[in-house]
Protein backbone atom coordinates (compact mmCIF):
# COMPACT_ATOMS: atom_id res chain seq x y z
CA UNK A 1 0.00 0.00 0.00
CA UNK A 2 0.82 3.52 -0.55
CA UNK A 3 1.19 6.18 1.60
CA UNK A 4 -2.56 7.41 1.01
CA UNK A 5 -3.78 4.03 1.70
CA UNK A 6 -2.14 3.37 4.71
CA UNK A 7 -4.34 7.25 6.18
CA UNK A 8 -7.15 4.74 4.91
CA UNK A 9 -6.61 0.81 5.73
CA UNK A 10 -4.68 1.16 9.37
CA UNK A 11 -1.49 -0.96 9.26
CA UNK A 12 -2.66 -4.57 10.50
CA UNK A 13 -0.13 -4.56 13.43
CA UNK A 14 -2.36 -1.80 15.17
CA UNK A 15 -4.83 -2.38 17.49
CA UNK A 16 -5.15 -5.58 19.44
CA UNK A 17 -8.23 -6.39 18.97
CA UNK A 18 -7.10 -6.55 15.23
CA UNK A 19 -4.40 -9.12 16.28
CA UNK A 20 -7.24 -11.93 17.31
CA UNK A 21 -7.87 -11.99 13.57
CA UNK A 22 -5.85 -14.87 11.60
CA UNK A 23 -3.10 -13.71 8.86
CA UNK A 24 -5.32 -14.07 6.13
CA UNK A 25 -8.14 -12.94 7.30
CA UNK A 26 -6.37 -9.61 7.83
CA UNK A 27 -5.33 -9.80 4.54
CA UNK A 28 -8.60 -10.21 2.90
CA UNK A 29 -10.11 -7.60 4.99
CA UNK A 30 -7.69 -5.20 4.37
CA UNK A 31 -7.39 -6.23 0.23
CA UNK A 32 -11.40 -5.87 0.41
CA UNK A 33 -11.46 -2.39 2.68
CA UNK A 34 -8.61 -1.10 0.23
CA UNK A 35 -11.17 -1.61 -2.91
CA UNK A 36 -14.49 -0.81 -1.07
CA UNK A 37 -13.28 2.44 0.21
CA UNK A 38 -10.10 3.91 -1.80
CA UNK A 39 -11.02 2.19 -5.21
CA UNK A 40 -14.68 2.88 -4.97
CA UNK A 41 -15.65 -0.91 -5.99
CA UNK A 42 -19.00 -1.82 -4.97
CA UNK A 43 -19.42 -4.70 -2.58
CA UNK A 44 -21.00 -6.87 -5.62
CA UNK A 45 -17.83 -6.21 -7.46
CA UNK A 46 -15.53 -7.33 -4.36
CA UNK A 47 -17.43 -10.69 -3.82
CA UNK A 48 -16.97 -11.38 -7.41
CA UNK A 49 -13.45 -10.92 -7.28
CA UNK A 50 -13.20 -12.66 -4.37
CA UNK A 51 -15.59 -15.38 -5.00
CA UNK A 52 -17.47 -14.82 -2.00
CA UNK A 53 -21.00 -13.52 -1.03
CA UNK A 54 -21.95 -9.88 -0.62
CA UNK A 55 -22.98 -10.66 2.50
CA UNK A 56 -19.81 -12.02 3.20
CA UNK A 57 -18.03 -8.68 2.12
CA UNK A 58 -20.23 -6.47 4.05
CA UNK A 59 -19.44 -8.72 7.16
CA UNK A 60 -15.93 -8.38 6.83
CA UNK A 61 -16.19 -4.78 6.05
CA UNK A 62 -17.91 -4.29 9.32
CA UNK A 63 -15.63 -6.35 11.03
CA UNK A 64 -12.37 -4.28 9.67
CA UNK A 65 -14.24 -1.00 11.55
CA UNK A 66 -14.84 -2.91 15.00
CA UNK A 67 -11.67 -4.29 14.69
CA UNK A 68 -9.65 -0.95 13.74
CA UNK A 69 -8.31 -2.39 10.51
CA UNK A 70 -9.88 0.62 8.87
CA UNK A 71 -9.98 4.36 10.34
CA UNK A 72 -12.84 7.06 8.54
CA UNK A 73 -11.74 10.77 9.40
CA UNK A 74 -14.89 12.89 8.17
CA UNK A 75 -12.96 16.62 7.85
CA UNK A 76 -14.68 19.77 7.15
CA UNK A 77 -13.10 23.23 7.45
CA UNK A 78 -12.59 24.38 10.81
CA UNK A 79 -14.96 27.18 10.24
CA UNK A 80 -17.83 25.00 9.79
CA UNK A 81 -19.86 22.58 12.74
CA UNK A 82 -21.12 19.79 11.24
CA UNK A 83 -22.54 17.93 13.95
CA UNK A 84 -24.62 21.32 15.36
CA UNK A 85 -25.30 21.83 11.29
CA UNK A 86 -26.95 18.07 11.06
CA UNK A 87 -28.43 18.58 14.53
CA UNK A 88 -30.45 21.97 13.57
CA UNK A 89 -31.81 20.55 10.03
CA UNK A 90 -32.96 17.18 11.79
CA UNK A 91 -34.75 19.59 14.65
CA UNK A 92 -36.49 22.14 12.46
CA UNK A 93 -36.89 19.97 9.05
CA UNK A 94 -34.39 22.47 7.30
CA UNK A 95 -32.93 21.36 3.64
CA UNK A 96 -29.99 22.71 4.71
CA UNK A 97 -28.31 24.42 7.91
CA UNK A 98 -24.74 25.47 7.74
CA UNK A 99 -23.66 26.70 10.97
CA UNK A 100 -19.80 28.48 11.35
CA UNK A 101 -17.92 28.93 14.69
CA UNK A 102 -19.16 32.06 16.54
CA UNK A 103 -16.27 34.61 17.27
CA UNK A 104 -14.28 33.53 20.63
CA UNK A 105 -15.43 37.12 21.81
CA UNK A 106 -18.69 36.68 21.03
CA UNK A 107 -21.68 38.36 23.41
CA UNK A 108 -25.18 39.19 23.38
CA UNK A 109 -24.42 42.60 21.86
CA UNK A 110 -21.78 41.31 19.16
CA UNK A 111 -22.89 41.36 15.56
CA UNK A 112 -23.54 38.81 13.06
CA UNK A 113 -20.50 37.16 12.40
CA UNK A 114 -18.59 38.76 9.60
CA UNK A 115 -17.79 35.08 7.89
CA UNK A 116 -21.89 34.67 7.42
CA UNK A 117 -21.70 36.21 4.60
CA UNK A 118 -18.82 34.45 2.31
CA UNK A 119 -20.31 30.96 3.88
CA UNK A 120 -23.82 31.73 2.33
CA UNK A 121 -22.19 32.99 -1.24
CA UNK A 122 -21.07 29.27 -1.18
CA UNK A 123 -24.08 27.59 -0.01
CA UNK A 124 -25.86 29.94 -3.03
CA UNK A 125 -23.11 28.95 -5.35
CA UNK A 126 -24.59 25.02 -4.44
CA UNK A 127 -28.15 25.68 -4.54
CA UNK A 128 -28.50 28.11 -7.30
CA UNK A 129 -29.03 26.31 -11.03
CA UNK A 130 -28.95 27.57 -14.68
CA UNK A 131 -31.95 29.45 -15.99
CA UNK A 132 -33.35 29.57 -11.64
CA UNK A 133 -34.17 33.01 -10.56
CA UNK A 134 -32.67 34.91 -7.43
CA UNK A 135 -34.71 37.08 -5.30
CA UNK A 136 -32.14 39.18 -2.87
CA UNK A 137 -34.05 40.77 0.05
CA UNK A 138 -32.37 43.66 1.61
CA UNK A 139 -30.10 43.02 4.98
CA UNK A 140 -26.59 43.82 5.79
CA UNK A 141 -26.15 39.77 5.91
CA UNK A 142 -27.68 39.52 2.37
CA UNK A 143 -25.48 42.15 0.99
CA UNK A 144 -22.05 40.62 2.58
CA UNK A 145 -23.23 37.55 0.84
CA UNK A 146 -23.70 38.81 -2.52
CA UNK A 147 -20.08 40.85 -1.99
CA UNK A 148 -18.62 37.50 -1.38
CA UNK A 149 -20.15 35.58 -4.50
CA UNK A 150 -17.30 34.48 -6.72
CA UNK A 151 -19.47 31.62 -8.76
CA UNK A 152 -23.02 31.41 -9.86
CA UNK A 153 -24.96 29.87 -12.77
CA UNK A 154 -26.30 32.38 -15.44
CA UNK A 155 -29.62 33.31 -13.40
CA UNK A 156 -32.25 36.21 -13.66
CA UNK A 157 -31.33 37.91 -9.85
CA UNK A 158 -34.32 40.19 -8.57
CA UNK A 159 -34.57 42.28 -5.49
CA UNK A 160 -37.37 41.28 -2.92
CA UNK A 161 -37.44 44.47 -0.99
CA UNK A 162 -37.15 47.85 -1.19
CA UNK A 163 -34.10 49.67 0.14
CA UNK A 164 -33.69 50.81 4.14
CA UNK A 165 -32.66 54.12 2.59
CA UNK A 166 -32.65 55.09 -1.46
CA UNK A 167 -30.10 57.30 -0.96
CA UNK A 168 -27.93 54.12 -0.21
CA UNK A 169 -29.15 52.29 -2.83
CA UNK A 170 -25.91 52.24 -4.83
CA UNK A 171 -23.85 50.47 -1.23
CA UNK A 172 -27.11 48.62 -0.50
CA UNK A 173 -28.90 45.71 -1.76
CA UNK A 174 -29.54 47.59 -5.54
CA UNK A 175 -26.01 46.92 -5.97
CA UNK A 176 -26.10 43.72 -4.13
CA UNK A 177 -28.55 42.50 -7.13
CA UNK A 178 -26.10 43.98 -9.61
CA UNK A 179 -23.22 42.27 -7.90
CA UNK A 180 -24.87 38.99 -8.20
CA UNK A 181 -26.55 39.29 -11.63
CA UNK A 182 -22.61 40.12 -13.09
CA UNK A 183 -21.23 37.05 -11.10
CA UNK A 184 -23.91 34.74 -12.95
CA UNK A 185 -24.06 36.90 -16.12
CA UNK A 186 -27.72 36.78 -15.63
CA UNK A 187 -30.17 39.85 -15.62
CA UNK A 188 -30.89 42.75 -12.56
CA UNK A 189 -34.02 43.75 -11.92
CA UNK A 190 -33.26 46.09 -8.39
CA UNK A 191 -36.06 47.87 -6.60
CA UNK A 192 -35.60 51.49 -6.48
CA UNK A 193 -37.88 52.60 -3.84
CA UNK A 194 -37.77 52.93 -0.20
CA UNK A 195 -38.73 49.59 1.59
CA UNK A 196 -41.13 51.81 4.20
CA UNK A 197 -43.51 54.35 3.07
CA UNK A 198 -45.58 57.31 5.05
CA UNK A 199 -49.08 55.55 3.66
CA UNK A 200 -51.10 52.33 1.83
CA UNK A 201 -51.48 54.94 -1.14
CA UNK A 202 -48.04 55.74 -1.93
CA UNK A 203 -46.86 52.46 -1.64
CA UNK A 204 -49.22 51.10 -3.98
CA UNK A 205 -48.10 53.95 -6.47
CA UNK A 206 -45.15 53.10 -6.20
CA UNK A 207 -45.67 49.73 -6.94
CA UNK A 208 -47.78 50.73 -10.37
CA UNK A 209 -44.42 52.20 -11.30
CA UNK A 210 -42.84 49.89 -14.38
CA UNK A 211 -39.82 49.34 -13.32
CA UNK A 212 -41.10 48.33 -9.60
CA UNK A 213 -44.15 46.59 -10.99
CA UNK A 214 -41.26 44.47 -13.81
CA UNK A 215 -39.48 43.24 -10.38
CA UNK A 216 -42.74 42.39 -8.89
CA UNK A 217 -43.69 40.08 -12.34
CA UNK A 218 -40.82 38.17 -11.15
CA UNK A 219 -41.79 36.97 -7.47
CA UNK A 220 -43.72 33.99 -8.55
CA UNK A 221 -40.53 33.19 -10.54
CA UNK A 222 -38.31 33.27 -8.13
CA UNK A 223 -36.74 29.80 -7.29
CA UNK A 224 -34.06 30.46 -4.72
CA UNK A 225 -34.15 33.24 -2.31
CA UNK A 226 -32.00 34.99 0.36
CA UNK A 227 -33.28 36.76 3.53
CA UNK A 228 -31.80 38.60 6.76
CA UNK A 229 -33.68 38.38 9.96
CA UNK A 230 -33.83 40.96 12.59
CA UNK A 231 -34.90 41.00 15.99
CA UNK A 232 -37.76 43.67 17.14
CA UNK A 233 -35.04 45.93 18.57
CA UNK A 234 -32.77 49.33 17.96
CA UNK A 235 -30.11 48.62 15.10
CA UNK A 236 -31.20 44.82 14.40
CA UNK A 237 -34.34 45.54 13.22
CA UNK A 238 -34.47 47.75 10.25
CA UNK A 239 -38.82 48.20 10.02
CA UNK A 240 -38.15 49.03 13.90
CA UNK A 241 -35.46 52.18 13.11
CA UNK A 242 -37.69 53.54 9.86
CA UNK A 243 -40.80 53.64 12.42
CA UNK A 244 -41.91 56.18 14.51
CA UNK A 245 -41.72 55.64 19.05
CA UNK A 246 -45.17 55.56 18.60
CA UNK A 247 -45.52 52.76 15.84
CA UNK A 248 -42.87 51.07 17.72
CA UNK A 249 -44.82 51.13 20.79
CA UNK A 250 -47.94 49.88 18.80
CA UNK A 251 -46.19 46.96 17.26
CA UNK A 252 -44.72 46.08 20.40
CA UNK A 253 -47.94 45.69 21.94
CA UNK A 254 -48.88 42.87 19.35
CA UNK A 255 -46.11 40.96 20.40
CA UNK A 256 -43.58 41.57 17.62
CA UNK A 257 -40.55 38.97 18.27
CA UNK A 258 -38.71 39.31 15.20
CA UNK A 259 -38.53 40.81 11.23
CA UNK A 260 -37.92 39.32 8.16
CA UNK A 261 -38.49 40.98 4.86
CA UNK A 262 -40.99 43.98 6.57
CA UNK A 263 -42.93 41.01 7.83
CA UNK A 264 -43.30 40.94 11.57
CA UNK A 265 -43.61 38.05 13.79
CA UNK A 266 -44.47 37.00 17.39
CA UNK A 267 -42.10 34.68 18.93
CA UNK A 268 -44.50 31.32 18.06
CA UNK A 269 -43.76 32.41 14.29
CA UNK A 270 -47.28 33.59 13.91
CA UNK A 271 -47.76 36.85 11.83
CA UNK A 272 -48.26 40.44 13.58
CA UNK A 273 -48.61 43.59 12.33
CA UNK A 274 -50.26 42.95 9.13
CA UNK A 275 -51.60 46.23 8.27
CA UNK A 276 -47.28 47.35 7.89
CA UNK A 277 -47.26 45.44 4.94
CA UNK A 278 -49.56 47.76 2.95
CA UNK A 279 -47.23 50.57 3.30
CA UNK A 280 -44.25 48.66 2.47
CA UNK A 281 -42.41 47.39 -0.85
CA UNK A 282 -41.83 44.08 -0.17
CA UNK A 283 -42.32 40.32 -1.33
CA UNK A 284 -45.43 39.25 0.07
CA UNK A 285 -45.50 36.38 3.23
CA UNK A 286 -47.58 34.07 0.98
CA UNK A 287 -45.38 34.27 -2.28
CA UNK A 288 -42.36 33.75 -0.10
CA UNK A 289 -43.75 30.49 1.46
CA UNK A 290 -44.24 29.30 -2.39
CA UNK A 291 -40.30 29.84 -3.44
CA UNK A 292 -39.01 26.38 -3.40
CA UNK A 293 -35.37 27.52 -1.37
CA UNK A 294 -35.60 30.40 1.14
CA UNK A 295 -32.10 30.91 2.77
CA UNK A 296 -31.82 32.63 5.83
CA UNK A 297 -28.41 34.33 6.88
CA UNK A 298 -28.89 35.59 10.38
CA UNK A 299 -26.32 34.84 13.50
CA UNK A 300 -25.66 36.50 16.88
CA UNK A 301 -26.71 35.90 20.27
CA UNK A 302 -28.91 39.15 19.86
CA UNK A 303 -30.95 37.36 16.95
CA UNK A 304 -31.47 33.84 18.71
CA UNK A 305 -34.62 34.50 19.74
CA UNK A 306 -35.36 36.54 16.82
CA UNK A 307 -33.88 33.08 14.18
CA UNK A 308 -36.24 30.84 16.66
CA UNK A 309 -39.32 32.35 15.52
CA UNK A 310 -38.76 33.17 11.76
CA UNK A 311 -38.22 29.11 11.72
CA UNK A 312 -41.34 28.28 13.17
CA UNK A 313 -43.37 30.50 10.66
CA UNK A 314 -42.48 28.01 7.92
CA UNK A 315 -41.70 30.52 5.38
CA UNK A 316 -37.43 29.16 5.52
CA UNK A 317 -36.40 26.39 4.43
CA UNK A 318 -32.84 27.19 5.22
CA UNK A 319 -30.45 28.98 7.52
CA UNK A 320 -26.71 30.06 7.85
CA UNK A 321 -26.11 30.56 11.35
CA UNK A 322 -23.27 30.47 13.94
CA UNK A 323 -22.21 28.28 16.87
CA UNK A 324 -23.67 30.27 19.94
CA UNK A 325 -27.31 30.99 17.93
CA UNK A 326 -27.70 26.66 17.05
CA UNK A 327 -27.23 25.98 20.44
CA UNK A 328 -29.35 28.38 21.48
CA UNK A 329 -32.17 26.87 19.16
CA UNK A 330 -31.21 23.18 19.82
CA UNK A 331 -31.91 23.71 23.61
CA UNK A 332 -35.37 25.86 22.60
CA UNK A 333 -38.67 23.99 23.59
CA UNK A 334 -39.21 21.44 20.51
CA UNK A 335 -40.79 23.10 17.65
CA UNK A 336 -43.56 20.40 17.22
CA UNK A 337 -44.05 20.01 13.35
CA UNK A 338 -40.63 20.51 11.52
CA UNK A 339 -42.00 24.33 10.07
CA UNK A 340 -39.41 24.55 7.83
CA UNK A 341 -40.12 20.94 5.96
CA UNK A 342 -43.55 21.39 6.33
CA UNK A 343 -43.93 25.27 4.65
CA UNK A 344 -46.96 25.18 7.26
CA UNK A 345 -48.06 29.19 8.67
CA UNK A 346 -48.25 28.41 12.47
CA UNK A 347 -52.11 30.86 11.94
CA UNK A 348 -53.34 27.36 9.68
CA UNK A 349 -52.62 25.52 13.05
CA UNK A 350 -54.16 27.52 15.45
CA UNK A 351 -57.72 25.55 16.87
Not at 38 to 65: C, D, H, Y
Not at 72 to 94: K, N
Not at 238 to 245: A, E, I, K, N, P
Request: glycine residues 8%; hydrophobic residues 45%; negative net charge.
Amino acid sequence: MNSSEENAVSAMSAGRSALRMGPAELVQAAAMARRFYLEGKSKIQIAEEFGVSRFKVARVLETALERDLVRIEIRVPAELDAERSDALRARYGLRHAVVVESPADATEDAPDPENLGAVAADLLGELVNEGDVLGLAWGRSTIHMAASLHRLPPCTVVQLTGVYDAGTAERGSVEAVRRAAQVSGGDAHPIYAPMLLPDPATAAALRGQTGIARAFEYFDKVTVAAVSIGSWEPGISTVHDMLTDEERAHYASLGVAAEMSAHLFDSEGRRVGRDLGERCITVEADRLRRIPEVVAIAGGLRKASAIGAVLRSGLVTSLVTDTAVADFLLTESQPGLRPALERADPDDLVP
